[in-house]
């Protein structure tokens, strides 16, 4: 693109020389001066103004080839907008854009969520290390999923990227919206990455995390940020590769990344007639490491 937009500029300068009104010395040099003049950008708290043509418009007078000279500075003006306003807006919409990958399965007992997220990664290019922020899942008791949707984040000092990655169960694929955040990213630089959070999924089995009693639904949430949890009245387990074992009271506060389970029977009118409730009727927390 910067070379055909350079090829072009050149044409078009030698063009407006050639369009010259009379001869005068070192016009070609002018030419070119009144361009980098109309084009020449400054920029307040990274908002960039045409400060070169602003100039060109109050303090220079041009007495000859005045024609020639002003289409210099115009076209510059055109650069300027084509470099800072256009081709960002462009490359955002592009970069913005969802993007689509198949899934292995619907089912919340079925996907392989390592290889999943490998692809995902794979095909938009995202960083290996990028953290997870935010992963909630609703499934009914044999698996089958009714929504799944997670955020992460590529993190970075100057272009932090987040990614909203959403499952459909209707075209079992997961649609992908990327963001540019840039420093807004360092914040989750402590989260779990999410290549270690899926492999916690895949190794322990999403159905053996699991309730006292079955339920009609369930929504697996985890929240990404390690965290120490001393709450006595919420049943805790601990992951430990493919076993699942009980934290008893006197093992608390336990410290880690907790993937919060909750245990829902189907949805009821309330009393009052103001709506629907679907409301946990058994919690649980599953800490791991990493």
């Not at 990664?121 to 290390?129: F, G, P, S, T």
């Not at 914040?187 to 492999?199: D, G, M, N, P, W």
């Not at 907790?258 to 009118?269: A, N, Q, R």
Request: hydrophobic residues 40%; glycine residues 6%.
């Amino acid at each position: 693109m910067s070379i055909l937009l350079t090829i072009i500029l050149i044409g078009l300068l030698v063009f407006i020389y050639q369009k010259r009104e009379e001869t005068e010395s070192n016009l070609g040099w002018k030419v070119v001066g009144y361009f980098w003049l109309g084009a020449f950008t400054f920029k307040v708290n990274e908002t960039p103004l045409p400060l070169g043509f602003l100039l060109f418009l109050l303090i220079f007078r041009p007495m000859t080839n005045v024609k020639t000279k002003k289409r210099s500075a115009y076209l510059g003006l055109a650069c300027f907008l084509i470099l800072n306003l256009i081709l960002p807006a462009v490359e955002r919409d592009l970069f913005e854009r969802p993007r689509d990958v198949v899934a292995a399965s619907d089912n919340m007992f079925q996907i392989n969520f390592a290889n999943d997220w490998m692809t995902i990664r794979d095909q938009l290019k995202i960083d290996e290390h990028a953290r997870l922020v935010y992963f909630k899942a609703n499934y009914q008791k044999n698996g089958q999923l009714d929504r799944l949707y997670y955020n992460v984040v590529s993190v970075s000092e100057k272009d932090s990227i987040y990614y909203d990655i959403h499952f459909s169960a209707d075209t079992n694929r997961y649609t992908i919206r990327a963001e540019k955040i840039g420093v807004e990213g360092l914040e989750y630089v402590e989260f779990v990455e999410a290549s270690r959070f899926f492999e916690v999924l895949d190794e322990v089995q999403v159905r053996n995390l699991s309730l006292e009693q079955p339920y009609v639904g369930y929504t697996l949430r985890f929240d990404g940020e390690r965290i120490k949890d001393a709450d006595e009245y919420r049943q805790k387990y601990v992951i430990l590769g493919k076993e699942i074992k009980t934290i008893t009271r006197d093992q608390l506060p336990i410290d880690g990344y907790s993937i919060h389970l909750c245990g829902k029977e189907k949805p009821y009118e309330l009393p009052s007639g103001s709506g629907v409730s679907n409301r946990c009727e058994a919690n649980a927390d599953f800490f791991f490491d990493d």
